[in-house]
């Protein structure tokens, strides 16, 4: 008889049992497991079942802002945008809502961003056209924006985003469900998910992460982040905060903010936006260093105040935050000493450990996206990426791992956020002084 590689390997577990693998993989059925496989079955199965109860309050909602007709101002800040403005104006004249205004802000392009937009501003598609001569970052941008702008509610949009036909009026009807949301965030789903690789694996995190992990943050009440790309806003509760401060990370920033004066924050996953997400590794890990930096700038540092005994405190704040914290940056320093200890204490079976890693990893993502296919409506264009769900352990365990981890220490040991060419350096400096 003939042994192959699989006979040892199937012998070797079933000769130690399931203790031996609980052993290995503990991190996983222990922290990974719960909280991202069995916590989302559990709140997706609550939430789909309750939505259809609440589906005539849904319905009476969208006749209540139908008949207010309010104003919605369209906010969209951006630098060098000009291949991509086209796109979003276009997606924006084709809403099924009609009652709002688009304000586009240009923060000192050196493309041909002011020369189209004032194109489409003559053609009467756009409604206001605001140009920055000195670039001064995207919240001073979208600043100027909600000076100009005279909705009731404000959205504000990524210029390389567009959207489906309803999506503007399914972002503003969980205004007239619920009376205490202060903002609604988007769907955002990645547009160009065949360009590459990467964008292939961005449209599977993205599916996994927003479409699905924002339906289960937002029910448990922790929902933190609201997308820079596509996110609505009561307008006097926005003037309130007194708009966007100094980035990167202004939009999980000011979702902070708002959930700090007690307001709701909604999610609504049938209102979708496209965006288009990096192509390349390189441009990728530079955006996710800037994401990953700003966690630790606002989580840990800005917003301090949440995690202290308080006139104001709230445990569904504490919780959204130190969710974050948790799971991104305790659970990342946990799994490199986890990693270590696993090769050191059994480097004569990593053989055998490896592909069982593979198979217990690659079962679940492939567990998670047919959650997220049977969800969305877009499953006929989305099924494709089932091809690249071997590759989510790489990318998500170890690539998006490792980045995450240095974008942490370099803003924990040197504040690099404040050097981030993201913004003009003297709007950094500015920020670092008031240590916003």
Not at 119 to 133: A, H, M, P, Q, T
Not at 135 to 161: E, F, M, Q, W
Not at 372 to 380: D, H, I, N, P, T
Request: glycine share 6%.
């Amino acid at each position: 008889m003939i042994y192959t590689f699989w006979d040892d390997f199937f012998w070797y577990w079933y000769s130690n049992g399931f203790e031996k693998v609980f052993y290995i993989f503990w991190y996983f059925f222990l922290l990974e497991a719960p909280r991202f496989l069995i916590m989302d079955m559990v709140v997706l199965f609550a939430f789909y079942r309750n939505r259809r109860k609440k589906a005539k309050i849904y319905e009476e909602a969208r006749q209540k802002l139908y008949f207010e007709n309010p104003l919605v101002s369209l906010l969209v800040p951006g630098k060098n945008e000009g291949a991509h403005i086209y796109k979003l104006v276009d997606s924006v004249n084709k809403q099924t809502y009609t009652n709002i205004e688009l304000i586009i802000v240009d923060d000192g392009s050196d493309d041909d961003t002011p020369i189209i937009c004032r194109s489409l501003l003559k053609n009467g598609l756009i409604d206001v056209f605001l140009r920055n001569e000195v670039r001064g970052g995207k919240a001073s941008a979208a600043n100027l924006a909600l000076r100009y702008a005279k909705g009731k509610y404000i959205v504000h949009l990524d210029a390389d985003t567009s959207f489906d036909s309803k999506a503007i009026e399914r972002i503003i009807v969980p205004f007239y469900v619920d009376p205490t949301v202060g903002a609604v965030g988007g769907n955002v789903k990645v547009r160009n998910q065949d360009e590459s690789v990467v964008t292939s694996l961005q449209a599977v995190e993205y599916l996994q992460t927003i479409s699905v992990g924002r339906i289960v943050t937002a029910y448990l009440g922790i929902y933190k982040i609201i997308s820079g790309a596509f996110g609505a806003f009561r307008k006097d509760v926005i003037e309130r905060i007194g708009g966007w401060d100094i980035g990167p990370g202004l939009d999980g920033d000011i979702t902070v903010k708002i959930r700090k004066l007690g307001y709701t924050i909604a999610f609504e996953p049938d209102a979708v936006g496209l965006t288009s997400v990096p192509s390349t590794f390189r441009r990728l890990t530079n955006q996710r260093m800037r994401w990953s930096k700003s966690l630790i700038r606002f989580r840990m540092r800005k917003h301090v105040d949440i995690y202290k005994a308080q006139a104001s405190f709230s445990f569904s704040n504490f919780f959204a935050v130190f969710e974050n914290l948790f799971f991104n940056v305790i659970l990342d320093i946990i799994w490199f000493f986890y990693m270590v200890t696993i090769i050191v204490n059994n480097i004569d079976h990593l053989g055998f450990i490896i592909p069982l890693k593979i198979m217990i990893y690659g079962t679940a993502s492939f567990v998670q996206f047919l959650i997220v296919l049977a969800l969305s409506k877009r499953w006929k264009t989305e099924i494709k990426l089932l091809l690249y769900i071997p590759l989510m352990m790489l990318y998500n365990g170890y690539y998006m791992r490792i980045v995450r981890t240095l974008a942490y220490l370099k803003e924990i040991f040197f504040y690099s956020s404040y050097n981030d060419p993201w913004n003009p350096a003297k709007s950094s400096a500015k920020a670092k002084e008031y240590g916003l």
